[in-house]
């Protein structure tokens, strides 16, 4: 069945972008002052003696209400080297990088003009929609649910088997444009490309950028195979090991090896998970085609620390920032065959460093400020009076990019992250463990909210 639920849905989001009437900062967060106290104290060198971490934390808690029960029972993960307060600038793909990751992706020689179907495209689109009309009561309905009945649904079919017997049995190459046009846009500096190629004569191939400043929206897509329908709502870490051949060890050596030849030395692994991809937008049911891949996360690294990569992509809060801000992150879904997808989103340039290695609070301090504040911060369980728990299993300190507040730009600071999943009644989401529920500044212990980027 489709995944549905609005409201719950709806709340899990909020959850991650929402404030609490009742929560406040720990201090005041004032940057410069921030900077100040990075710089006074002694410097954590990578040794977690000096902050007093302990290897595992444990707790239980349940709000006064009674909606929100979290629990901790999680490995405490610090880097090895010093961590740094580095400004940073937001920017835009360019020509140049649309090129040399298009080709990295793609085969020079198998470049087409668009997205247009041969022969083998339609069969395909057709074979899948002839098994749903022969199950339709079962699972065809399921699948098909724009159709109105199997008479619609044949009626589709009888358009493919027409369009089919019009297309080519195969598509003309060429030499590709790589540069970015302008868009339609209500910003006049937004600009995209899209490219197509075929691999062969039944997969179509598309590599995408998409510059919109104003709104603070960037991103560099592609995917080997525009006929799978995949999403990742219906994507979830599991077991592959029917799905797939490759171990995870080359899996993310394919991934840093295809990096490297971006151009791309500075980001660093952050882990690899494996991942079962539902067709669409559906459940784990038997009739719903799935593929397996490992899904290789990668952020940026300063002085050999990469930023914390948690499942926020984006922030946006219209009451504070203007626009939009991105969690700069690339990721990629490896299989057998290679890249099936890449994405990068969220560019920016590292500039001036603040502070080049921190003083931080003492762990105990960092811990007594989650005990304190985990019931308060985006508790929307007490507010709608629907249950959720939190299962939190890493405590992990590492550096995040904080918007500056009114401006374009940010900086780079150490936070320390409390991660999990989320439970609910429909179910564990979250699954791969990457949900932080509580963001603190690790200089000054102040709380950050991840969906406002301050």
């Not at 494996?274 to 952020?299: L, S």
Request: proline share 5%; net charge negative; hydrophobic share 40%.
């Amino acid at each position: 069945m489709k995944r549905g639920l609005f409201l719950i849905a709806a709340m899990i989001l909020l959850t991650a972008c929402q404030r609490t009437p009742d929560e406040q900062a720990v201090v005041q967060k004032d940057e410069a002052a921030m900077i100040a106290l990075a710089k006074s104290g002694e410097p954590y060198l990578g040794d977690p003696a000096q902050l007093n971490a302990p290897q595992r934390v444990e707790g239980a808690y349940q709000s006064e209400k009674g909606f929100l029960t979290v629990k901790v029972d999680a490995v405490v993960e610090l880097p090895s080297q010093p961590l740094s307060i580095v400004r940073l600038t937001p920017t835009t793909f360019s020509s140049d990088d649309a090129q040399r990751c298009a080709e990295v992706l793609m085969d020079k020689n198998c470049f087409v003009e668009d997205a247009s179907y041969t022969k083998a495209m339609y069969a395909h689109e057709a074979e899948r929609l002839k098994d749903a009309i022969a199950h339709w009561e079962e699972y065809g309905n399921i699948l098909f649910d724009n159709y109105e009945s199997a008479y619609d649904a044949e009626e589709k079919l009888g358009e493919l088997y027409r369009l089919m017997a019009q297309a080519p049995e195969t598509k003309e190459k060429i030499a590709p444009s790589f540069e970015l046009l302008k868009q339609n846009s209500a910003d006049p500096d937004a600009t995209y490309i899209s490219l197509y190629a075929m691999p062969d004569d039944a997969t179509l191939s598309s590599f995408d950028v998409f510059n919109v400043p104003a709104f603070g929206e960037c991103s560099m897509t592609y995917t080997r195979d525009m006929q799978r329908s995949i999403s990742p709502s219906s994507r979830e870490v599991g077991d592959v090991s029917d799905l797939l051949t490759i171990s995870p060890d080359e899996a993310l050596a394919l991934a840093q090896n295809a990096l490297h030849e971006m151009g791309y030395e500075d980001f660093i692994s952050s882990g690899i998970h494996p991942v079962v991809q539902y067709y669409g937008n559906f459940f784990p049911v038997d009739y719903v085609e799935k593929w397996g891949f490992y899904q290789c996360m990668f952020t940026r690294s300063v002085g050999e620390v990469p930023l914390t990569y948690t499942n926020q992509e984006y922030i946006f809060n219209p009451d504070v920032y203007a626009i939009q801000w991105q969690a700069e992150r690339i990721v990629f879904l490896i299989d057998d065959e290679g890249v099936f997808s890449f994405s990068y989103i969220g560019p920016y340039e590292t500039g001036q460093i603040e502070a080049d290695a921190c003083a931080l609070l003492p762990f105990d301090e960092i811990w007594n400020t989650f005990e304190k504040r985990i019931l308060l911060v985006n508790n929307l369980a007490d507010q709608m009076k629907y249950p959720q728990e939190y299962r939190i299993t890493t405590v992990r300190l590492g550096l995040m990019s904080v918007r500056a507040q009114d401006k374009a730009d940010g900086i780079i600071i150490p936070v320390w992250d409390f991660m999990g999943t989320l439970n609910t009644s429909v179910g564990e989401t979250d699954t791969n463990g990457l949900r932080s529920f509580l963001t603190i500044n690790a200089v000054d212990g102040s709380i950050i909210n991840r969906g406002d980027g301050y």
